[in-house]
């Protein structure tokens, strides 16, 4: 049997939880062979509150790495955290060079809080580098409301406003991954393809535990498009597969409680609700 090839360019979680250590999870759940080339390794202190610490590898360590993934014939990729601008300009190049059409960018942005900026030029990076590459981005609202410049958006309306303008920017598909962050009665998130808005909804779920699950919808979405789903199907089975995942989170220590990648094929997933808006 031969297996559909996806590739996370991203960064290394050492707890497991997030990063690449999530989307191969979500790559082998979604029965395609995984690859991962590395960008960063973070680290968290179990002595200092879980802080974190993060570690950018030499670029050419990171060429290296692509230059064996692209040399396989890969089907389908996604990126996660990129953490300079020269990070992000060798990974958008070698993807334009790459050929690879499915691609998903996940425009991570490491931030403290919504009145902490990343370093305008790496939006700016991502922008120019990432999103004329993306088949698909998926960002939460705080990074959809850098890449359009609008502020984190509040409400249904403000987030099309948000994806028109990432659309405008070269990405093909948006969604805006809205969470529990929004004032509603159910986890939403918003669909534009374009031409039409549709929104996802499941019940919101009263956990923490769900550390990886950003990282997680975006390497199903991609496991999807390698497997011949289309872009609206992908998602929308992304939506399944991560809902079911924080549902069924767990405790990892007194730090943090992953999302649990198995849940889905195992104990079933949360019905989602799909509308026009």
């Known amino acids: 049997m031969a297996l559909k090839k996806t590739l996370t360019i991203a960064g290394s979680d050492a707890s497991g939880g997030a990063?690449?250590?999530?989307?191969?999870?979500?790559?082998?759940?979604?029965?395609?062979?995984?690859?991962?080339?590395?960008?960063?390794?973070?680290?968290?202190?179990?002595?200092?509150?879980?802080?974190?610490?993060?570690y950018t590898l030499p670029i050419d360590v990171l060429q290296a790495q692509l230059k064996t993934a692209f040399s396989t014939g890969i089907d389908a990729l996604k990126t996660g955290m990129l953490s300079t601008e020269e990070v992000i300009q060798t990974t958008g190049e070698a993807i334009s060079a790459s050929g690879v059409k499915n691609v998903v960018i996940d425009p991570v942005m490491v931030c403290k809080g919504e009145d902490e900026v990343l370093n305008p030029g790496t939006v700016d990076a991502m922008i120019q580098y990432l999103l004329p590459?993306?088949?698909?981005?998926?960002?939460?609202?705080?990074?959809?409301?850098?890449?359009?410049?609008?502020?984190?958006?509040?409400?249904?309306?403000?987030?099309?406003a948000a994806a028109e303008k990432i659309k405008a920017l070269g990405a093909k598909n948006v969604i805006i991954k809205g969470g529990r962050a929004l004032d509603t009665e159910k986890a939403v998130d918003l669909f534009y393809d374009g031409e039409k808005f549709y929104l996802l909804e499941t019940p919101k779920v009263e956990t923490t535990y769900n550390h990886g699950a950003g990282c997680t919808f975006a390497a199903s979405v991609t496991a999807n498009l390698a497997n011949g789903l289309s872009v609206k199907d992908s998602v929308f089975e992304a939506k399944e597969f991560v809902a079911a995942g924080i549902k069924h989170g767990w405790k990892l220590n007194q730090f943090v409680g992953p999302v649990y990648h198995g849940a889905k094929p195992r104990l079933g997933a949360p019905e989602v609700t799909i509308k026009e808006v």
Not at 134 to 158: D, H, R, S, Y
Request: overall charge negative.
């Open 19 to 54: 990063g690449l250590e999530a989307d191969l999870k979500a790559f082998e759940e979604h029965d395609t062979y995984g690859m991962a080339a590395v960008t960063v390794i973070a680290t968290m202190d179990p002595d200092n509150n879980w802080n974190h610490g993060v």
């Open 133 to 160: 590459n993306a088949l698909v981005t998926t960002p939460n609202l705080f990074e959809a409301g850098q890449l359009a410049g609008t502020g984190t958006p509040k409400t249904i309306e403000e987030m099309k």
